[in-house]
């Protein structure tokens, strides 16, 4: 084999190697911050629902006014729901501690169940609370765990 074409196969193994190391660097990166922008999206979708008088205005004023429609919010926060809980289950396979899922699962199933069937502010907000304490709470379980090792 001659050294020309060793050092092609060579480099070209080199490129697939640094360009799989990145794909799975920014799978990471996707999977470390999927509970943060899942909780983001969630609430978003929940003080829509509850009819947050800032948040409305905000968007009937850039034209977006056609998303305050419950059709649209509530499989809206069904998904950013699921988003959340993935990124939490994800959170949980690092970690090996199971109370920001626990946490949020409940969190989750409440927030649903009162905005989407019940219709009660507070007890939403409140549940809304618990999501976003199910998330810091994996970010602080992370960090320990990375800490540790």
Known sequence: MPVVE????H???LTQIRSQTQFVQA????????????????VFAALCCLGFPALL???SAVGLGFIVTDTVLIPMLLVF??????????GTRHHHEPWALV????SAIATFV??????????????????????????WLRTRQLHAE
Do not use: C, E, M, P
């Not at 060793?6 to 196969?9: L, T």
């Not at 729901?81 to 994800?90: E, I, N, P």
């Open 81 to 90: 729901l699921a988003v959340t809980l993935a990124g939490l289950y994800f």
């Open 103 to 106: 946490l949020g699962v409940i």
């Open 6 to 9: 060793f050092a092609h196969i």
């Open 57 to 59: 205005s905000i968007l």
């Open 114 to 139: 009162f905005i989407g069937v019940v219709q009660n502010r507070i007890l939403a907000g409140v549940s809304i609370a618990g999501l976003v304490i199910a998330s810091v709470l994996n970010v």
């Open 11 to 13: 480099r070209r193994f």
């Open 27 to 42: 799978t990471w990166a996707v999977t470390r911050n999927l509970d943060k922008f899942g909780i983001g999206g969630s």
